[in-house]
């Protein structure tokens, strides 16, 4: 079954130092990666996705994330955090199984940038 | 704009009583899904549509109820058969083989 793990519940960085948000996936073939970003009571926003091609996936809000197929890693990636980045992001994988474009979601990491 | 809307943003139960949730989608798109989030929990998915008059048991489905007569609209009922309903209800649509566009979320609470 395909799957996806974020190994931190939370990550804080300052204001301007780069951001990693971690994410593995576990997958029989070929995965559909996908970045969320969700803001309290809010549904998700979609950030990026990795589907084929480049390894450095680029998305919305400056945001790109790094493909890895040796580590099976996902990890999402900002060179200069803001404080409007804090946030809960999920990394997701489509199911191959079971028909259909389903999605697989992490438990989510929240994200806190301080000044 | 195109986009998701649903209603209403937050919802009251009482023991025993059911309630519909509203999706309404203008996008065009196929599928739709309903998930539910819990806090540490991720996203669980309840029930999902790939077409008009066709819908899919997702891996909590049970308590939970759905129709899809329009393409526009996936309406979900939290029947009484739901132990513990409590938590935030996600809509989302998607084109095939494509990622997902959500609504604001339905945040139920019993009381």
């Known amino acids: 079954a395909q799957s996806v793990a974020q190994p931190e519940d939370q990550v804080n960085v300052a204001e301007g130092n780069p951001l990693t948000v971690k994410c593995t996936y576990s997958v029989s073939g070929n995965p559909y990666l996908f970045w969320y970003v969700q803001y309290p009571n809010r549904g998700l926003q979609f950030l990026l996705k990795?589907?084929?091609?480049?390894?450095l996936v680029k998305g919305s809000y400056g945001f790109e994330a790094e493909f890895n197929k040796s580590q099976t890693s996902f990890h999402l990636k900002k060179p200069s955090a803001l404080v409007s980045d804090s946030a809960l992001y999920f990394c997701?994988?489509?199911?191959?199984?079971?028909?259909?474009?389903?999605?697989?979601f992490g438990t989510g990491t929240q994200l806190k940038v301080e000044l | 704009d195109g986009g998701i809307t649903q209603s209403p943003k937050y919802l009251f139960r009482k023991e025993g009583q059911n309630v519909t949730l509203s999706c309404e989608q203008n996008?065009?798109?196929?599928?739709m899904y309903w998930y539910r989030q819990d806090p540490g929990q991720g996203l669980r998915l309840i029930y999902y549509s790939q077409i008009v008059n066709d819908f899919q048991k997702g891996d909590i489905a049970e308590g939970y109820s759905v129709s899809r007569e329009k393409k526009e609209s996936f309406p979900l009922t939290v029947t009484s058969a739901q132990k513990n309903p409590t938590a935030f209800y996600l809509c989302a649509s998607s084109p095939d083989r494509d990622g997902y566009t959500f609504g604001s979320g339905t945040r139920l609470t019993v009381v």
């Open positions: 996008l065009n798109h196929d599928a």
């Open positions: 997701a994988v489509r199911r191959l199984t079971g028909g259909g474009n389903k999605l697989t």
């Open positions: 990795y589907i084929t091609g480049d390894n």
